[in-house]
């Protein structure tokens, strides 16, 4: 069992290493001169850069962070080390006597180089001990000795080799900081800058922090975006259906992840946690520079005006001008879904009724998401412009649907549209309805053919699951309605309750009103171009069945710009996600049930 345990906790270590290597491998360091993390290795001065340096990364007081990290996991971290020096033994593999030689009040830093003959950059973690001699000897005098000692001498890198077996991890000791590298080859190519150079460097306040320069950004980081973009994406190269509103941001996102010169992350631990990204635009009006400049940005009223029950929310703020350079993106990704090329007139109709409706339209829109016994609700409010313009842009926009490779396609999927006017209770105003019916499975016989399918009860209608499953609705209705103060809309099992709650709530009680809500929405302040709001406990009980359960425990993502000075260089762009302990613990304890 022992045994078992050790070889777990060894497994551990390489993987730990493995993960903080490879987001270190998105990040480029620079160093800042300023007060020294250690007191410096004795009779070691420090060293150049290596080749390729594409990482530095500080976790200024290990014991205060991990001791913030127990407290925010609470329950089953109580039974996990109470110390850093006591993590770092069990996850090496070290035995655990050699904890109290682990400095828990000085830096632990890591570096990492390009590696473009390997998938992943060579990297090195630097853990401060009080004394390396005297750590080696307990490793390797003694009945309890579990290695030997062989001097590197091209770096004076005490090499620790595992007596038995073999260690997954390469361990060294260089004047008072215990090396950790996946090989001994990244032990020696990497480790004598993180012992000699970096302790020189300023110390950051956060709980842990890397710099990204451009380098870095240009090359894995920008690398592995796209990857994730293009894996999304099908054999044709078009997003999926359900990605295609948000391809053009998506696109935008990457150009200007391209066009930084340097980036920041850090994260802070208290009652939640905090992560932060800051990123400076290149000269020379790249697309980080533009946006940094022409960005809408603003506060999150919009969102706090959702319906108190709002489960989870989405703000997104652009500009008439930054909507006008999107729309061919979205044709494109709006086109790739209509089986061969769309031809070009009809192509020039999308692009002429999208251009319309975004330039109809305001700077923002706000949508969210409820449960409530009938199922899931989606809402959606926008800013209006234009009324009239906007109501006529939304009628020709539904009008594409009878494009004839747009409706070839619908039928492909056994789908049809229709649209008329709609009643709704208690609202003012012209409500328009739009149904998506299903018409027959796609690709069975009679898809497209018009004739809807068995309803659940129907005589002879089985669920595609057997008896006893739960049946999709082969109809869902859209309703919207144009107004002076907003577009309205929503979408799902109760569309007329969803749309009475949507706009309701701007008289009534909103998401504002809910304390946990506001407390996590209002630090975001007044440079908000993207605000989403997710409130998974509650989200996953409503879906259970459970309405009451759950105290409100919200993860919040934004991006924004901040202000730059009269004169200054282009304002940094940011992004952030705030998590809280409740959520943390929730997400630890259900796993892969989110």
């Known amino acids: 069992m022992i045994a078992r345990s050790s070889s777990f906790m060894r497994r551990r270590a390489a993987a730990l290493l493995a993960v903080v290597l490879g987001l270190s491998a998105g990040a480029v360091g620079c160093k800042s001169p300023g007060a020294s993390a250690d007191a410096g290795v004795a009779g070691l001065s420090p060293v150049p850069a290596p080749a390729g340096l594409i990482a530095e990364a500080f976790l200024p007081t290990p014991d205060a962070t991990w001791a913030k990290a127990r407290a925010l996991v609470g329950g089953s971290a109580a039974l996990l080390p109470g110390s850093a020096g006591a993590l770092a033994a069990s996850l090496l593999g070290l035995p655990i006597t050699v904890a109290s030689e682990i400095d828990g009040g000085v830096p632990v830093l890591g570096a990492a180089v390009e590696a473009p003959d390997r998938p992943r950059p060579r990297g090195a973690l630097g853990i401060h001990v009080k004394d390396g001699g005297r750590l080696i000897d307990q490793l390797t005098r003694g009945e309890g000795a579990r290695f030997r000692s062989t001097p590197d001498a091209a770096t004076s890198i005490a090499l620790l080799e595992p007596l038995q077996g073999t260690s997954p991890v390469a361990l060294g000791v260089l004047g008072n900081y215990l090396l950790v ?73 990457l150009a200007m992840l ?135 842009a939304v009628q020709d926009l539904l009008g594409t649907a009878e494009l004839q490779p747009v409706k070839a396609a619908l039928q492909r999927e056994g789908l049809r549209i229709s649209t008329g006017k709609a009643e709704v209770s208690q609202l003012e105003g012209e409500v328009r309805r739009v149904r998506f019916e299903q018409t027959a499975a796609a690709g069975q016989p009679g898809a497209g053919a018009g004739q809807p399918t068995a309803r659940k009860g129907a ?136």
Do not use: C
Request: no cysteine.
């Open 181 to 253: 590298a996946e090989s001994a080859a990244d032990l020696t190519a990497v480790g004598p800058y993180v012992a000699r150079t970096m302790p020189q460097a300023q110390v950051p306040k956060e709980d842990l922090a890397v710099e990204l320069p451009r380098p870095a950004i240009e090359g894995p980081v920008l690398r592995a975006a796209r990857g994730a973009w293009d894996n999304a994406r099908g054999p044709d190269g078009a997003p999926p259906a359900t990605a295609v509103p948000l391809a053009p941001m998506i696109e935008g996102a």
């Open 258 to 392: 391209g066009d930084l010169e340097r980036a920041r992350l850090t994260l802070v631990l208290d009652e939640s946690a905090h992560l932060r990204v800051s990123g400076t635009p290149k000269a020379g009006g790249g697309p980080a520079s533009k946006a940094s400049t022409d960005l809408a940005v603003g506060d999150v009223k919009p969102l706090l005006e959702l319906p108190a029950d709002t489960l989870a929310g989405i703000l997104v703020r652009d500009r008439a001008a930054s909507r006008v350079e999107g729309v061919p993106r979205l044709v494109d990704a709006l086109a790739g879904l209509v089986e061969g090329d769309l031809p070009p007139a009809e192509r020039e109709r999308l692009g002429a009724v999208i251009r319309a409706a975004s330039d109809a339209r305001g700077d923002w829109f706000a949508g969210g998401l409820r449960f409530d016994d009938a199922g899931p609700t989606a809402f959606v409010r926008a800013a209006v412009g234009d009324r009239a313009k906007l109501e006529a």
């Open 459 to 594: 005589p002879g209608a089985e669920p595609p699951g057997g008896k006893g499953a739960s049946l999709p609705p082969s109809a869902i209705e859209l309703l919207y309605l144009v107004r002076d103060d907003g577009l309205f809309a929503s979408v799902g099992n109760d569309p007329g309750a969803g749309l009475r709650s949507v706009v309701a709530s701007l008289q009534g009680e909103g998401l504002g009103g809910v304390p946990a809500m506001k407390a996590a929405l209002a630090p975001l302040g007044a440079d908000i171009a993207f605000a989403l709001v997710v409130d998974p406990l509650r989200l996953v009980a409503r879906r259970l069945g459970q309405p009451g359960a759950g105290d409100p425990a919200p993860v919040v993502i934004a991006a924004g710009a901040a202000p730059a000075a009269a004169g200054a260089a282009p304002a940094a762009l940011w992004a952030r996600a705030d998590v809280s302990a409740a959520a943390i613990r929730e997400f630890i304890r259900l796993g892969g049930a989110f």
